[in-house]
């Protein structure tokens, strides 16, 4: 079954240090991958995506997230977070359908 | 615009009872989807449309749940019969055609039944 892991249900870091929040997805064929982020009392804002070409992308906050398919991983780093950065991080794919499948969501705490 | 739209934000309601949910896509997009999240879970796919028909609908949308979207722009989902199991939010999306294009989420109605 196509599906979408988040390891970790829960992230906490203190400001200014690096973070990495895990992805892994079941291997299809085509795949385009997304991350969603949620603020408090906010809706569901793209942070970036993979559709093809460089393997790498990059948000304008910061954050990248490199697709990798041999380990089918799409993982979001940062080198250093801001307190604003607090909030609910999801992973989605779309296996080349119309519909998003997400993962369980890891939430960032950053602490001053 | 301003994005997509849900109303109403919050709905209390008591078991057995029916309710019904509005979304506003986006003016110009012609793909709307129903999600469904619970506590500690990310979003479910529910069903979705493009322009007025119904492309696809989830297992999880059992048939008490109906959604329409009469003239391809706003959308209703109805639940019937609620049970305490229903409670969740529910989020409504909108995008352009096309399965790598961005879809823009709505602040969703949070569905509490009692």
């Known amino acids: 079954a196509q599906s979408v892991t988040q390891l970790d249900s829960q992230v906490p870091v203190f400001e200014e240090a690096p973070v990495e929040l895990r992805c892994n997805y079941s291997s299809s064929v085509s795949v385009y991958l997304f991350w969603y982020v949620q603020y408090p009392n906010q809706g569901l804002q793209l942070l970036l995506k993979y559709l093809s070409g460089s393997t790498l992308v990059e948000s304008i906050n910061g954050f990248e997230a490199e697709f990798n398919k041999s380990q089918t991983s799409f993982h979001l780093r940062k080198p250093s977070v801001h307190i604003s950065d607090t909030a609910e991080y999801f992973c989605?794919?779309?296996?080349?359908?119309?519909?998003?499948?997400f993962g369980t969501g890891t939430r960032l705490q950053v602490f001053p | 615009d301003t994005g997509v739209s849900q109303d109403p934000r919050h709905k209390i309601t008591k078991r057995g009872q029916n309710v019904t949910f509005r979304c506003d896509p986006i003016?110009?997009?012609?793909?709307l989807y129903w999600y469904r999240q619970t506590l500690g879970q990310g979003p479910e796919f529910l069903t979705y449309f493009q322009n007025e028909a119904q492309l696809e609908k989830s297992r999880l949308l059992s048939d008490r749940f109906s959604a329409e979207r009469p003239k391809g722009s706003f959308s209703t989902l109805e639940i019937q019969r609620t049970e305490q199991g229903d409670s969740a939010m529910y989020l409504c999306?909108?995008?352009?055609?096309?399965?790598?294009?961005?879809?823009?989420f709505g602040q969703g109605t949070r569905l509490t039944v009692v």
């Open positions: 003016s110009e997009h012609n793909r």
């Open positions: 989605a794919v779309s296996y080349n359908t119309d519909k998003l499948i």
């Open positions: 999306a909108s995008s352009l055609e096309g399965g790598n294009t961005e879809a823009f």
